[in-house]
């Protein structure tokens, strides 16, 4: 069932407005392409708003936001809700400077988001309003575990109630909630944290996803979630001798492009609760 | 013939100047030094126009452009042009925002350009001063085929005609022309555009090659043409199981690294109309 | 000995703030991560000064820099200094455009950097208040020999007691001094040269060296230059036919990430003037 929203992809090809990073923006735009959509990159405010018209989804991503590029995230951000396109948010480092975490808060209270993904570090922070992030990456006190998994399923589905908005928690384990179910998703490598960009890219990916499968949020982020573990793990058994995190992350946007609704759906492993 | 422009690049090793997006500006930097030339950015207002004085090119290329970095490009065409530089304009998007079309159209009327390159939406825009673009790449409605291509060649040659440039229109198959001549290039690869940046690359590349050749700027663009399509042939043909756009990406790059005047010379595919 | 350094930088994986170009930004978090550290970017003036507060090093890059960046590199290094933080200088391009040089120049005028690497053109500009440099590359008039070694070694000495800092030079051979001890290092591969950002992964990286290793600057910043053209000459030697610049790169990276303090230590070529 979860390969059926990548066919969705692959099929209907959405082109995705990315308002990104200067660090990861190369990487985000091909496991985009890869994934079968298209990227758009804009951040002057004007053009970010007059791009988002001819796209179907936005992902909004605030890791090396400046004043600009906040003012182009708001303006897109108004378009893309008055013209009902697919609207996402990944807070980077939100928790880790009161630019990000506030310039974070003001987007949600502003914008109506359909899904917001971050690490657990960065949705405490939301929640709270406040928090303590290792720059971009998560405390590792915030981590999902086995232990803590039936208590964060409710946190995640709680601020999926209070936002409106699916919630894609992803780390170790990957939590993705609506108010009512949330998937517990166990794809993916220890690995990808050695790499910049694995959560961009996966924020990309995810708004191709629910771009292409509006009636089915909560189902097309988890199998973009499950999609990009299963691509860090196929991408990890091809690894050769002598290869290291740089060739890793090409052999993981190589996976994805390489991934097929089949593929995807005998190598998803999650549960819902 | 077409092998001696690339000769000439690794010879003379032109450093390039580029005022460029965010998005691919590794890869294009990458290319030219793979080609055998020199990059370097700057975007800053002052310094892109001071960095372009000990430069022998200029390569403006609009993605991802903003208001400082619109002043750049007119700072640093403008002193480009007073030093007799190669100056070429990629107008990526162009067709896709006011912002973009109204900027490219604004350096053309104020700059004379060697070289004009982009799909053939852009173009399209360019010549109608409107026009619709399915984000950065090129509407299916306007892509150059053998059917159309008697019209299209015209369509360049007119173009170059009324703006004094070499008009390099890429896609599927490639159009390279002055006001006299056409030339047609079919290398290449479809899979190419499942990569970002192919296009952004082959500006930077081109500009190298111009810088290199100035005397026969038809010539070395089509040179240049032809080696980027011919280097995702090779860089195809060299693909491994399981490996797909990333590593696609790395590979056309190696292929450039890795071509000679004589490669280029046996697997160039071109006629003149 | 040097393969401590390294040994140190895996067990604190210390976060390093990047102020840097938007060329060979991704290559330079993927460098860090390989190295064991953790990276971070920020250039929005409050943002960066925010993010420093939780990193332990800081390493100002000024390749593309804009009016925002640069206040953003004076006011993170303000309160990176207050903290006491590790502070690197990569004056790129200083003496190519007036805006870096005298932005350089007044960066070490207002902070007390730890370290300023750069290649020869560069720090001769700094000494000099004036240069000339092809670009961000060297001036091949300024490159290490060992016809000049002694000469050498003599100036970057003098610059380090002038300066306070540890000078690395960087180059076909390397100087890496203070102001009574210079290393001369000889690892690395001319192929280097043919790829963008090695020498700014080499500054990010050897930001997280020293913020490893506070007490012995010197010798952390010998250990990761040694370190960097070891990557360079092992990723050389597992190159593949047909493969090039490109992947070299993800190559150099991947044997960053391989590396450890017993390889490093076997394979560092170096002597002490």
């Given at each position: 069932?979860l390969?059926?929203?990548?066919?969705?992809?692959?099929?209907?090809?959405?082109?995705?407005?990315?308002?990104?990073?200067?660090?990861?923006?190369?990487?985000?735009?091909?496991?985009?392409?890869?994934?079968?959509?298209?990227?758009?990159?804009?951040?002057?405010?004007?053009?970010a708003?007059?791009?988002?018209?001819?796209?179907?989804?936005?992902?909004?991503?605030?890791g090396?936001?400046?004043?600009?590029?906040?003012?182009a995230?708001?303006?897109?951000?108004?378009?893309?809700?008055?013209?009902?396109?697919?609207?996402?948010?990944?807070?980077?480092?939100?928790?880790?400077?009161?630019?990000?975490?506030?310039?974070?808060?003001k987007?949600?209270?502003?914008?109506?988001?359909?899904?917001?993904?971050?690490?657990?570090?960065?949705?405490k922070?939301?929640?709270?309003?406040?928090?303590?992030?290792h720059?971009?990456?998560a405390?590792?006190?915030?981590?999902?575990?086995?232990?803590?998994?039936?208590?964060?399923?409710?946190?995640v589905?709680?601020?999926?109630?209070?936002?409106?908005?699916?919630?894609?928690?992803?780390?170790?384990?990957?939590?993705?909630?609506?108010?009512?179910?949330?998937?517990?998703?166990?794809n993916?490598?220890?690995?990808?944290?050695?790499?910049?960009?694995?959560?961009?890219?996966?924020?990309?990916?995810?708004a191709?996803?629910?771009?292409?499968?509006?009636?089915?949020?909560?189902?097309?982020?988890?199998?973009?979630?499950?999609?990009?573990?299963?691509?860090g793990?196929i991408?990890h058994?091809?690894?050769?001798?002598?290869?290291?995190?740089?060739?890793?992350?090409?052999?993981i946007i190589?996976?994805?492009?390489?991934?097929?609704?089949?593929?995807?759906?005998g190598?998803?492993?999650?549960?819902?609760?």
């Open positions: 069932m390969g059926s929203y990548l066919d969705n992809v692959r099929e209907k090809s959405p082109l995705v407005h990315n308002i990104t990073n200067y660090v990861t923006v190369n990487d985000v735009a091909n496991a985009i392409l890869a994934a079968g959509a298209s990227p758009v990159m804009a951040d002057d405010p004007q053009d708003e007059e791009i988002t018209r001819i796209c179907s989804a936005l992902n909004i991503n605030i090396t936001l400046n004043t600009r590029t906040i003012d995230m708001f303006r897109a951000g108004r378009k893309a809700q008055e013209l009902g396109h697919s609207l996402l948010l990944d807070p980077v480092g939100a928790g880790a400077s009161s630019v990000r975490t506030n310039t974070a808060l987007l949600m209270k502003e914008l109506r988001f359909d899904v917001i993904r971050g690490n657990a570090s960065e949705i922070t939301l929640v709270l309003g406040a928090g303590t992030t720059g971009v990456d405390d590792k006190a915030d981590s999902v575990s086995d232990d803590n998994l039936a208590f964060m399923a409710g946190f589905k709680d601020f999926s109630r209070s936002t409106g908005a699916v919630i894609a928690l992803t780390g170790a384990v990957d939590l993705v909630a609506d108010s009512e179910r949330c998937c517990v998703i166990r993916g490598r220890p690995e990808m944290g050695r790499i910049t960009g694995t959560g961009c890219m996966l924020s990309g990916v995810m191709a996803f629910i771009a292409a499968n509006p009636e089915n949020v909560l189902e097309a982020c988890a199998s973009s979630v499950s999609m990009m573990g299963l691509a793990e991408a058994s091809h690894l050769q001798e002598h290869e290291g995190n740089s060739t890793y992350r090409n052999r190589d996976a994805i492009y390489n991934m097929t609704g089949g593929i995807l759906e190598g998803a492993r999650y549960e819902v609760l």
